[in-house]
Structures are given as C-alpha cells and as structure tokens.
C-alpha cells in the first residue's frame, strides 16, 4: 500500500466504500486494511464523536493529540476525562523545547499576531512538526474533518492520498452536518469541551480562537485577526508539511 500507486487504488476503493456506511461500519472497513492506524485528536466535538466510536467499538486505533502549549485549560482537562470515560490511551505530543525557545528568541511569545509568516512558523513547530512525528509509521491517518466547516473543507472525501507522510487520510465525518453530530453527542452522552457551549465551535491555541459571531462561519474564530478565508494550520493543507519541518 505504501507505493505511490497502491496508495491510489486504496484511497479510491475505500472512498467509495465508505459513503454507503454508517460510522461503525466505516471504522470497521479501515480498521480490515490492517497497519497502523492512528487518529489525531483536538479534543473537539467531531473528535469527540470519533473517540467514542472508537472506544465503544474496540476498534484497534492508536488515538494521539497535538499538545501545543497553547491549548484551552478546559481542553486539557477533557483530555483526562476522555481517558477516564472511555479508558483509552491517548498519546500527547508536544513541540521541542529547542523549537520553542528558537521561535519566542526571533518572532516573541506572541509574534503570531504580526504576521502570517509568524503565524505559520507557530503551527509549524507547535502542530505540524510533532503531527509529522504521530505518522511517522502510520499506514492510516483518521481525523474528524467535514465539508460543512468551512468553504476551505467542501471537497472533503471519505478517504485520500496523503503524499507528504505516504498514507492513506480517512475523514470518516465528511458528509456529517453539525445536526448528525450534536445528536450523536446526545445520544451517546459524549463528554465535550465546555467551550462549544460558549460560541466556539472550533477551538485550537488559546490565543488564537475567539468564539464566533451570529451567522459567522464555524472556522471563523480561527486565527481571527487574518483577512484570508483559507486560514488553516497546514496539518491539512499538501505541501506546508515539509517546509514545516
């Protein structure tokens, strides 16, 4: 599956395989592809749902998140209650000291705000960089990306090519609306971050998520203080990956 071609035919059969599941059964059928299958997690509420799901089905996926530094306290601390609910492991990985101390000592603690360089250099050495370590031997990378959180996101499939880690991406929420998933949570009674229920639909680094605005989009509190509406951290953007480090 690793070779540029069978990465291909994997990601095109799955993706049309996928579409006609439920989630259970689409955790299921990347889960029969077998190798190491990791799930990033951000501790938000699409996350949230694919932890459950994971948890309630025994699915034998390695479950990590990306600790910034930066993070909400009440993201921290659902990271604990999630491990305590569901009794999974989930694998922290946090961003090199040296990387730290190399970017306060040429943009400041805060120099994300001054630029779009900055602010990039900070997800680079804070997100991107310790993601790359989390996949590093992945076969299978999940996250709870969907079409419906912004226009960036439309395009979403079930299931793509990776090419900067050699894997295959599986976004098993794409087609999910924010209804599917705030029923699921009822449903289920997933635990979720306190935030949500403050205007955050989307939270990342505390300095750089505000809570959004009536009628803004979900991504909106992002990186705030930028004009673009393509703002993303490069975890899911080709080709930021490398330069990143």
């Known amino acids: 599956m690793r070779t540029e071609q069978g990465l291909e035919e994997t990601a095109r059969a799955l993706d049309g395989k996928l579409a006609d599941l439920d989630l259970p059964g689409r955790l299921r059928h990347v889960t029969a592809l077998g190798g190491d299958i990791v799930f990033t997690t951000s501790l938000g509420i699409e996350d949230q749902v694919l932890t459950a799901a994971i948890a309630d089905h025994n699915a034998p996926i390695r479950i990590v998140t990306l600790q910034t530094g930066r993070l909400f306290a009440e993201t921290i601390a659902l990271i604990d209650e999630t491990r305590e609910r569901y009794g999974v492991e989930i694998i922290e990985y946090q961003p ?58 439309s395009g979403t499939a079930f299931a793509e090519v990776d090419r900067e880690h050699r894997l295959i991406k599986v976004n098993p929420l794409a087609d999910w609306k924010k209804v599917d998933i705030d029923l699921y949570v009822t449903v289920h009674d997933v635990p979720v971050n306190p935030l949500h229920g403050r205007g955050y639909p989307s939270i990342g680094c505390a300095p750089c998520t505000r809570a959004i605005k009536p009628g803004e989009p979900e991504r909106a509190g992002r990186w705030w203080w930028e004009n673009s509406d393509q703002r993303e951290c490069g975890l899911h953007v080709e080709g930021l990956v490398a330069r990143a480090g």
């Open 96 to 153: 090199e000291q040296g990387d730290t101390d190399a970017y306060v000592a040429h943009y400041g603690l805060n120099g994300f705000y001054d630029s779009v360089e900055a602010r990039k250099a900070c997800c680079g050495f804070r997100k991107v960089k310790p993601l790359n370590r989390a996949v590093r031997n992945a076969d299978v990378w999940i996250t709870g990306l969907r079409r419906e959180q912004s226009q960036n996101r």
